[in-house]
């Protein structure tokens, strides 16, 4: 009895030590200090949990081309705030405020706040649409 106890004991911790690694902590990944703002043509949405992410396309101030992944809130609580699968389209012009990565060559951004200037619709990090 003793051994298979210390058997679920050895395995239950295993799982949570699984999930504690496999939700990456925000500061090892952005710069919560810093914002930026990018512009550019929304070319992929991922909605989904447990984080949706916004691909654009930006041109840089030399000219050149780069895509951002921008890691925003999960499909759930988006949900609860009114924006859902098909409130973006690809191919809308999206200006995007928020936390860059460690690494600036990754072009990654935790979504901050967004605006769909055609339109006005806009969404923050606090869920004010």
Partial sequence: MTRILAVLIVAGLGLLGSQAYAHHSISATYLEDKTVTVEGQL???LFRNPHSFVHVVVREKDGSLVRYAVEWAGANQLGG???GRDTLKIGDRLVISG??????GDHLLRMVSLVRPKDGFGWD????N
Wanted: charged share 20%.
């Fill in 43 to 45: 070319v992929q949405l």
């Fill in 81 to 83: 705030q009114g924006v």
């Fill in 99 to 104: 936390n860059p990565g460690r690494n600036s």
């Fill in 125 to 128: 990090h606090r869920g004010d």
